[in-house]
């Protein structure tokens, strides 16, 4: 590849798009400038490759392909099958699953599949069997009432919400929580660790047709050979969705009891997160599932992305390299020395520590909400973004914590030293930071005060941070 090559297709390809509408152009600029100059610690972001990136902007993207690959229900998909197959065979032999299903448009419809999929498989509805694919037009009102009936009765139990659990996994404003009768399991009040009696009690009692494992903010390893044994024990189907933590799956730090892959029946993912790919989904599955996971277009998604499965073959030819398993340990290292740093200034961290990519701090220690932790960091460079933590008292929309994650700074190539570093500047903020008040005198949820010079000064220093690790080095936009 000439030295220039990445910085001369950005460059033509924003030359091109500035003829058009140059205001996307700039904001396509922009965009990158922002990324470049701020401290980037949202847990489920990071930076995809310059390839990557450019396998997304051309024609695939004009290509309906419904169907999967050999088996399509539109003419001309010769190419659209070159790139799916070797999307699913990079991600199959990536992750030693035997079946790969790398349509889902994002990890939420990768859930929605899975659902689907495992309903499919084991409701003995006659409705449900009819929705299958081709007959999903021949379906009266009555037999779409059946169904819903029959779907609403299913149960499914997951992780709770400020436990870490994502939306999609049985919450009401998710459609999950309306096709499923959810309860979930929690932390240990004192750990703030998985009790897995308590799963197995909660399992033995709810009896669900699906055990959910996989979280957005848990800092923490889950054992998933325990969690297939209480699967079992219920006669649970047991999905783990791993869009948060992909990335240490690849890369080899979660291994044996750790690594979902030989345990669940289903696995689910996003591509974009700790696994640096496209914006995406993807599930994983054993031969039992298969078919019914392969019908996951057109029974919830639409035409695949042949642009993103193109660019999800690349990001997983990139994940299969050896330096990518070193790019995952570093991951956990950067958060373990960010932990520690935090914890030596004397923050409150969820479960005392860390052993994946994420960190979680509970605020109240400084007297802040979520909120007002949020917005200050904010002000001062530093982007990261408020979470409940277990048996939050502020609430999901205030929140006591701010999650932060390595991901997207590891792979600008900050290492532990920069991660005390940065470390000082979350305390500095926090300790400074004091809570507002309402108009009429009550103290604030959202307000808070910061001194605009120690905000100018941390973000300075964090600039000065970023400055020995330019983002993308290999682009410049001139
Ligand atoms: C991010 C996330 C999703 C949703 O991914 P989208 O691509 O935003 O739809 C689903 N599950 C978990 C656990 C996640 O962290």
Same mark, same amino acid.
């Given at each position: 590849?000439?030295?220039?090559? @990445?910085?001369?297709?950005?460059?033509?390809?924003?030359?091109?798009?500035?003829?058009?509408?140059?205001?996307?152009?700039?904001?396509?600029?922009?965009?990158?400038?922002?990324?470049?100059?701020?401290?980037?610690?949202?847990?489920? @972001?990071?930076?995809?490759?310059?390839?990557?990136?450019?396998?997304?902007?051309?024609? &695939?993207?004009?290509?309906?392909?419904?169907?999967?690959?050999?088996?399509?229900?539109?003419?001309?998909?010769?190419?659209?099958?070159?790139?799916?197959?070797?999307?699913? @065979?990079?991600?199959?032999?990536?992750?030693?699953?035997?079946?790969?299903?790398?349509?889902?448009?994002?990890?939420?419809?990768?859930?929605?599949?899975?659902?689907?999929?495992?309903?499919?498989?084991?409701?003995?509805?006659?409705?449900?069997?009819?929705?299958?694919?081709?007959?999903?037009? #021949?379906?009266?009102?009555?037999?779409?009432?059946?169904?819903?009936?029959?779907?609403?009765?299913?149960?499914? *139990?997951?992780?709770? *919400?400020?436990?870490?659990?994502?939306?999609?996994?049985?919450?009401?404003?998710?459609?999950?929580?309306?096709?499923?009768?959810?309860?979930?399991?929690?932390?240990?009040?004192?750990?703030?660790?998985?009790?897995?009696?308590?799963?197995?009690?909660?399992?033995? @009692?709810?009896?669900?047709?699906?055990?959910?494992?996989?979280?957005?903010?848990?800092?923490?390893?889950?054992? &998933?050979?325990?969690?297939?044994?209480?699967?079992?024990?219920?006669?649970?189907?047991?999905?783990? #969705?791993?869009?948060?933590?992909?990335?240490?799956?690849?890369?080899?730090?979660?291994?044996?009891?750790?690594?979902?892959?030989?345990?669940?029946?289903?696995?689910?993912?996003?591509?974009?997160?700790?696994?640096?790919?496209?914006?995406?989904?993807?599930?994983?599955?054993?031969?039992?599932?298969?078919?019914?996971?392969?019908?996951?277009?057109?029974?919830?998604?639409?035409?695949?992305?042949?642009?993103?499965?193109?660019?999800?073959?690349?990001?997983?030819?990139?994940?299969?390299?050896?330096?990518?398993?070193?790019?995952?340990?570093?991951?956990?290292?950067?958060?373990?020395? *960010?932990?520690?740093?935090?914890?030596?200034?004397?923050?409150?961290?969820?479960?005392?520590?860390?052993?994946?990519?994420?960190?979680? *701090?509970?605020?109240?220690?400084?007297?802040?909400?979520?909120?007002?932790?949020?917005?200050?960091?904010?002000?001062?460079?530093?982007?990261?973004?408020?979470?409940?933590?277990?048996?939050?008292?502020?609430?999901?929309?205030?929140?006591?914590?701010?999650?932060?994650?390595?991901?997207?700074?590891?792979?600008?190539?900050?290492?532990?030293?920069?991660?005390?570093?940065?470390?000082?500047?979350?305390?500095?903020?926090?300790?400074?930071?004091?809570?507002?008040?309402?108009? #009429?005198?009550?103290?604030?949820?959202?307000?808070?005060?910061?001194?605009?010079?120690?905000?100018?000064?941390?973000?300075?220093?964090?600039?000065?941070?970023?400055?020995?690790?330019?983002?993308?080095?290999?682009?410049?936009?001139?």
């Amino acid at each position: 590849m000439s030295p220039n090559a @990445e910085s001369t297709a950005f460059r033509s390809a924003l030359e091109v798009i500035r003829a058009v509408e140059p205001r996307v152009a700039d904001a396509i600029g922009a965009e990158l400038a922002d990324q470049r100059e701020s401290l980037k610690l949202i847990a489920s @972001e990071n930076y995809a490759s310059p390839a990557t990136l450019l396998t997304m902007g051309n024609w &695939f993207s004009d290509k309906y392909a419904e169907g999967t690959v050999g088996r399509r229900f539109y003419a001309g998909c010769q190419n659209v099958d070159t790139v799916e197959a070797l999307a699913a @065979e990079h991600a199959k032999e990536l992750f030693g699953a035997s079946h790969a299903y790398v349509q889902p448009h994002s990890g939420i419809d990768a859930n929605l599949v899975a659902f689907w999929a495992i309903l499919a498989d084991r409701v003995e509805s006659p409705a449900l069997k009819k929705a299958q694919v081709r007959q999903v037009n #021949d379906l009266t009102e009555a037999d779409w009432f059946a169904l819903r009936r029959e779907l609403g009765n299913q149960r499914m *139990l997951g992780m709770s *919400l400020d436990a870490g659990g994502h939306l999609t996994h049985g919450f009401r404003p998710n459609i999950s929580g309306k096709m499923f009768d959810q309860r979930s399991y929690g932390t240990d009040p004192a750990t703030g660790l998985i009790d897995y009696d308590r799963v197995a009690e909660a399992a033995r @009692e709810f009896k669900p047709l699906i055990l959910v494992a996989g979280y957005s903010a848990y800092p923490r390893k889950v054992n &998933f050979r325990i969690m297939r044994e209480i699967a079992d024990s219920v006669g649970a189907t047991f999905m783990v #969705d791993m869009a948060h933590f992909a990335g240490l799956v690849a890369g080899k730090v979660f291994t044996g009891d750790f690594d979902p892959v030989p345990h669940a029946h289903i696995v689910t993912t996003t591509t974009h997160k700790s696994l640096r790919g496209p914006r995406g989904g993807m599930v994983l599955c054993g031969p039992e599932l298969a078919d019914q996971v392969d019908r996951g277009c057109p029974m919830v998604l639409g035409g695949p992305l042949p642009h993103v499965m193109a660019a999800k073959a690349v990001a997983l030819a990139e994940a299969r390299r050896p330096d990518f398993a070193d790019y995952a340990q570093r991951i956990v290292d950067n958060a373990q020395a *960010l932990a520690e740093g935090l914890l030596r200034r004397g923050t409150t961290l969820v479960t005392g520590g860390t052993d994946n990519h994420l960190v979680l *701090l509970d605020v109240s220690g400084y007297g802040l909400t979520g909120r007002q932790a949020e917005q200050a960091l904010l002000d001062s460079g530093i982007v990261t973004n408020r979470n409940a933590v277990p048996q939050d008292r502020n609430g999901a929309w205030y929140t006591s914590g701010i999650r932060i994650g390595t991901p997207a700074l590891t792979t600008r190539g900050l290492g532990t030293a920069e991660m005390d570093a940065t470390a000082e500047l979350i305390h500095t903020v926090l300790s400074q930071t004091t809570p507002g008040a309402n108009a #009429d005198g009550t103290p604030s949820k959202a307000k808070y005060v910061l001194d605009p010079a120690v905000a100018d000064s941390v973000a300075k220093q964090a600039t000065d941070l970023l400055a020995g690790f330019p983002l993308y080095p290999t682009v410049d936009l001139g």
